[in-house]
T-cell receptor, first 107, second 110 residues
Framework: GIQVEQSPPDLILQEGANSTLRCNFS?????LQWFHQNPWGQLINLFY???GTKQNGRLSATTVATERYSLLYISSSQTTDSGVYFC?????????FGDGTTLTVKP | KAGVTQTPRYLIKTRGQQVTLSCSPI?????VSWYQQTPGQGLQFLFE???????NKGNFPGRFSGRQFSNSRSEMNVSTLELGDSALYLC?????????FGPGTRLTVL
């Protein structure tokens, strides 16, 4: 099946710093989503981005489907940004998640 | 519009028992997918239902099953529970390609 690799696995930042999270996938995909999982386990939709660039406030994402990667940018990070960020890709009707990036933002 | 709801939110069972989890999708969404999340295996796809039919299936044993009703609500069942079935079970609904997740059911098997 398709492989999804996220990097870095862990990231520790000071409040106000910027960060880039990466998602590489091993084959062509139909869809790609970014999620933030809160401490209670809820997956929050960040972006649905099979290709191109999107922005939502301090967050933006870019997917280069032809090169099989996606990037999530977080600017001016806040402590509430802490949590696990997942990338999920869909191919042939099945979704595959990466192992996530655990982000800790310190005040 | 109400989000995806899952019941129960927490469940404790013992080995050998069976369990049924429920998921109500967003109104108008006809696709429901189920996922298992464990610390060791991460988030893994269980199966997807669309219009009461299983459309896709992950690599889980037959002890894991599901169904979908005419109102798109879905249930998943795990029979003969094992300790390794302890996990967060997440349900997602979709009207097209974007998935929206419920809060999950945390199952503990003792």
């Amino acid at each position: 099946g398709i492989q999804v690799e996220q990097s870095p696995p862990d990231l520790i930042l000071q409040e106000g710093a910027n960060s880039t999270l990466r998602c590489n996938f091993s084959d062509s995909v139909n869809n790609l989503q970014w999620f933030h999982q809160n401490p209670w386990g809820q997956l929050i939709n960040l972006f649905y981005i099979p290709s191109g660039t999107k922005q939502n406030g301090r967050l933006s994402a870019t997917t280069v489907a032809t090169e099989r990667y996606s990037l999530l940018y977080i600017s001016s990070s806040q402590t509430t940004d802490s949590g696990v960020y997942f990338c999920a890709v869909e191919r042939a009707g099945k979704s595959t998640f990466g192992d996530g990036t655990t982000l800790t933002v310190k005040p | 519009k109400a989000g995806v709801t899952q019941t129960p939110r927490y469940l404790i069972k013992t080995r050998g028992q069976q369990v049924t989890l429920s998921c109500s999708p967003i109104s108008g969404h006809r696709s429901v997918s189920w996922y298992q999340q464990t610390p060791g295996q991460g988030l893994q796809f269980l199966f997807e239902y669309f219009s009461e039919t299983q459309r896709n299936k992950g690599n889980f044993p037959g002890r894991f099953s599901g169904r979908q009703f005419s109102n798109s609500r879905s249930e998943m069942n795990v029979s003969t529970l094992e300790l390794g079935d302890s996990a967060l079970y997440l349900c997602a609904s979709s009207s097209g390609d974007e998935q929206f997740f419920g809060p999950g059911t945390r199952l503990t098997v003792l």
